[in-house]
């Protein structure tokens, strides 16, 4: 993915243990793409919705489910001693990931959407009050402008746009006017999942954080395919899911900076988040676990854990480098086909491993039929992301998105199925 090195940090898990990257070797890996759809093989182009998941991350499902299944933090027994250290574990694995200094800053939830929702409801309610400004971007995924707006309607609070360029970039210029003593936080993407925008996270924490304005980060496009740093980037939360890494589904998590944590309140109530219950009140255990009510998606969390073990090995550095090589073909390739109008950037600099776009007067939804009949799976539709089709003044765009185990046959493939597209609507 071609996240500039400005909005990156270090290497992932420290020193990048990259290795020569053999696409033919990690495909393999992947037991969902080796099997026939509508009787030709499959070509997965829909990752960016959910990845693939590797052997290795199935057989610690297994193994989790085969030897060490007990609850977490509860039972003096074995197989709960085992569990909780996998679980913890795991978190440690994720914050080292992303660059958090410490496993405790990290909330394990159901994903990128929970984890902006607890930040917009447990940082929210307290602090945002009527007449203050939150800033979010036309580029977002609904799970970044709809807790915002519940919030808002809450609080008497008022949503603030940063608006798109005719590339889908985020106009930057209008920063200065949009931020304000007003301003109590800046919600935005790390990458847009409907056109594949790098946005510069960094450049616009600093912007904002001259007006004490939180940075809250939706990186479920973000942390997949490039090293985060957290800390360098500047950000005061930053969301991700497992599931679109390589991990399972139904895991993520919220970083956020410790003092932050420390001084929210909780988001849900049940066991495992308190300190003391009494019968009015009660107070609260100590992060992370004040944020972890009720038995967690422990197998969830284990998964996501060798997800990031799994990335760690093969080395961001040879993912990103192979799938900057796969976007420069795939955007030629298809750039060249008749009829088909690319929605992004025009710069591999700003434009990660999705390729969105329309093809003459065809719906998404046929493209997408006509592809799938061939064996080739993409998204179409509005990708969870209706103002930026408002933008360009469409409903909808057909999405191929890349990974690690695509190879350049697999665009390929999507070129030739697009011929047949052209052939039924041209
Ligand atoms: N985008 C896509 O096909 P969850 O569902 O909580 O794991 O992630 C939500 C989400 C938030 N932000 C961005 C930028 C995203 O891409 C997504 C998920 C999928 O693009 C499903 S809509």
């Known amino acids: 993915m071609a996240i500039s090195t400005s909005t990156l940090g270090r290497d992932a898990q420290g020193a990048s243990m990259a290795k020569a990257f053999d696409p033919a070797r990690i495909r393999a890996q992947f037991p969902a793409l080796h099997q026939e759809v509508n009787g030709k093989p499959l070509i997965y182009l829909d990752s960016a919705a959910t990845s693939q998941k590797p052997q290795a991350v199935l057989d610690a499902l ?11 933090h509860r039972g003096i027994h074995e197989l709960s001693r085992r569990s909780t250290e996998a679980f913890e574990g795991a978190r440690g694995k994720v914050a080292g990931w992303i660059g958090a200094d410490d496993p405790a800053e990290v909330i394990w939830t159901r994903g990128t959407t929970e984890a902006l929702n607890l930040v917009a409801s447990a940082w929210g309610l ?47 210029d209008d920063l200065p006017k949009l931020l304000t ?64 890494m390589c991990g399972p589904t139904g895991c993520g998590a919220l970083w956020g900076r410790r003092d932050l944590l420390e001084a929210m309140s909780p988001y849900q109530g049940g066991g495992e988040m308190i300190h003391v219950v009494g019968r009015d009140e009660s107070t609260w255990a100590e992060l992370p676990h004040k944020f972890e009510a009720g038995t967690p998606n422990i197998a969830g969390a284990i998964g996501f854990g060798a997800a990031v073990d799994y990335l760690s090995d093969i080395g961001m550095d040879a993912i990103q480098a192979h799938e900057r090589q796969l976007m420069e073909y ?26 969105s776009f329309t093809l003459g007067d065809a719906h998404p939804h046929d493209i997408s039929t006509i592809l799938d009949a061939e064996g080739v799976a993409i998204r179409a539709g509005h990708h969870c992301a209706q103002l930026v089709m408002k933008h360009f003044g469409i409903a909808a765009t057909a999405r191929a998105s890349f990974y690690l185990y695509n ?20």
């Open 62 to 72: 297994d193994h989790y489910y085969e030897h060490d299944n007990a609850n977490v």
């Open 126 to 172: 307290d602090n945002v009050h009527e007449g203050d400004e939150i800033v979010l971007s036309v580029l977002e995924h609904h799970s970044n402008i709809v807790p915002w707006q519940l919030l808002a309607q809450r609080t008497g609070a008022r949503l603030r746009y940063i608006e798109l360029d005719d590339q889908g970039r985020l106009i930057l």
């Open 181 to 244: 003593e007003r301003t109590k936080i800046v919600a935005i993407s790390h990458v847009s999942n409907a056109l594949g925008t790098v946005n510069p996270v960094k450049d616009i924490a600093t912007a904002a954080h001259e007006v004490d304005a939180l940075v809250v980060v939706d990186g479920a496009q973000g942390a997949v395919h490039a090293d985060v740093d957290v800390r360098e980037l500047g950000v005061d939360f930053y969301a991700l899911s497992g599931h679109k």
């Open 407 to 426: 190879t350049k046959d697999d665009v390929d493939r999507l070129i030739a199925g697009l011929s047949t597209v052209g052939g039924i609507f041209g």
């Open 330 to 355: 795939a955007l030629e390739q298809i750039r060249a086909v008749d009829a088909v109008r690319v929605y992004g950037p025009d710069s591999l600099d700003e434009h990660s491993a999705v390729v």
